[in-house]
């Protein structure tokens, strides 16, 4: 089940029943996170979106009113706090590409005179951390100042005020992990020699529920981060160590300017331009908590705060070993909040490089699959074999084991037996067939085949092969062998799904 980290804080009641809570910003990274944990407490849930067809791919989304409207409209967001006593406000303008700081401030003028007008008992707010006595960046400004306007609105309000949260999925964390992971050399800002206290999303989470609770006295602005204090640079380190890769070799330079650092990181890294020179601009200055007067108000955790190395592996754990696309699928009610989720943006989760092929077969889905099950050693992989023999031959040349292990029965297959280069990982006759590869690379690498039954009564073929790179090599190698998987992968596929296949149009 979802791991709960809030079970052990009380809901918010009224008149015996827990809370009614409005989520806004629901599809984004926090917003998606946090309905699960609301939900854990029997809270009552409702939400305010544009479009709800955004929603369809969440676990929760059967278990939560939907709102549709826009916060921009102020009878909307009047419509859709009536009735509430308790409001998440986890909205933001950070994409929008002008005036988003005139935005931000609109969006909060009009949520906070709907939530006076509606009486609401209660606003948490997750804003950012900033350094005060500095002239802040156009995107902290426009955070502080939004916090200002919901307290001043009379509701009772707290404003969490975070640096960078450490979870798959979070724009400051993904920015972190695809420079780390991509260069081993890098020269950056002389910035990141600033001091910043990274938070893990689990601990966000706790405080976001627990502050529901805190007496409807108290309203003011709470700095939330870890364990940890470092630079910038020192976490790039300590994500490297975490993730098992080499030190890498940064020099910091003072000539970089934010727009040239974002630039820089937008080619490096899949984050959006726009977003990345925000969230670089909010770097210029230190990040650290002015002090933990939180901790007083929601209890920390048993165990305590999450460390950064506990809460980078927390992160990492898209792709371990044994565990590959049911990690992320569609709808799904396991893992953790540092996990990624099938509704976070493309670039979120770190790397995972998939070269998938479908075919449609006329023959049973049996046929199919006794040559699925039949691949590999003496009866080979396709008319591509002498490829994957040449792979083998430079596996063996490198120290790995090449295909010289062949296979065990040239027709049946056990999990956990090996197979050429590969280890039998899951078989679940006659719908999946996963290999984990044992060769020697720059990654983790999977092949995997499912086939279903089509209501026309033809099997599809689904091959999927699936590659997590480590480091800078790990990229190249993945687009140096790219044209090789042109030749070979159709090949394979076409030919374990039988003469009379067809490739399928709903890849």
């Known amino acids: 089940m979802i791991e709960n980290v809030t079970a052990d804080l009380s809901p918010l009641m009224v ?11 629901a599809t984004g990274y926090i917003g998606g996170r946090l309905i699960r944990e609301l939900l854990s407490h029997d809270y009552k849930v409702r939400v305010l979106v ?13 278990q939560v009113e939907i709102i549709k409207g ?16 308790l409001a998440y406000y986890l909205l933001h303008a950070l994409m929008a590409v002008e005036n988003f700081e005139e935005k931000e401030r609109d969006l909060a003028r009009i949520f906070a005179k709907a939530a006076t007008d509606n009486k609401l008992k209660r606003i948490v707010y997750l804003g950012g951390m900033s350094s005060g006595g500095e002239k802040l960046s156009a995107h902290m400004s426009a955070r502080t100042q939004t916090g200002e306007i919901l307290r001043d609105s009379g509701v009772p309000t707290i404003e969490l005020r975070a640096g960078v949260v450490i979870g798959s999925g979070s724009a400051s964390f993904e920015m972190l992990r ?21 938070i893990a999303i689990r601990d966000v989470l706790r405080y976001l529920v627990g ?29 490297a160590l975490a993730a098992g890769l080499r030190r890498r070799v940064i020099i910091p330079l003072p000539v970089l300017t934010p727009k040239l650092a974002s630039g820089w990181i937008g080619l490096v890294t899949p984050v959006p331009v726009t977003l990345a020179r925000r969230l670089v601009e909010s770097l210029k200055h230190e990040v650290v908590a002015r002090d933990d007067s939180i901790r007083q108000l929601v209890p920390d955790a048993p165990g305590g705060l999450t460390s950064f190395q506990d809460a980078v592996k927390f992160a990492l754990t898209r792709v371990k070993d044994f565990e590959v696309e049911t990690r992320w699928s569609n709808a799904r009610t396991e893992g953790t909040h540092s996990e990624p989720l099938p509704t976070d943006p493309d670039w979120a989760g770190g790397s995972l490089y998939v ?23 003496q009866n080979g992989y396709s008319t591509g074999t002498w490829l994957w023999e040449l792979r083998g031959i430079m596996d063996r040349m490198i120290g790995g084991v090449g295909l010289r292990r062949g296979r065990r029965d040239p027709n049946h297959l056990m999990e956990g037996e090996a197979l050429d280069f590969w280890r039998v990982e899951k078989i679940d006759r006659p719908h999946l067939l996963r290999l984990r590869a044992e060769m020697k690379l720059p990654g983790l690498a999977w092949l995997e085949f499912q086939l279903s039954t ?34 070979v992968f159709p090949s394979m596929a076409r030919t374990l799904a039988g003469k009379n296949s067809r490739k399928s149009q709903n890849r």
């Open 15 to 25: 008149d015996g029943k827990p809370a009614t809570v409005l989520v806004t910003g």
């Open 50 to 62: 544009r479009d709800p067809e955004k929603l369809r791919d969440y676990p929760w989304v059967d």
């Open 70 to 85: 826009d916060a921009f409209d102020a009878e909307s967001v009047s419509s859709a706090l009536e009735g509430v006593h």
């Open 178 to 198: 695809h420079l780390t992971e991509r260069l081993p050399f890098m020269v950056t800002p002389k910035w990141l020699l600033n001091r910043i206290q990274p």
């Open 211 to 239: 502050s529901a609770t805190i007496d409807p006295k108290i309203s003011g602005d709470y700095d939330i981060g870890g364990p940890d204090v470092f630079t910038y640079l020192e976490m790039m380190q300590q994500y």
């Open 355 to 377: 070269d998938h092929r479908e075919y449609l077969s006329d023959e049973s889905i049996a046929e199919v699959w006794a040559r699925v099950e039949a691949i590999g050693g």
């Open 454 to 487: 089509t209501d026309s009564g033809k099997t599809l073929l689904s091959q999927k092969a699936y590659f997590h790179p480590r480091g800078l090599f790990g990229h190249t190698y993945w687009w140096m062998v790219a044209p090789m998987h042109t030749i």
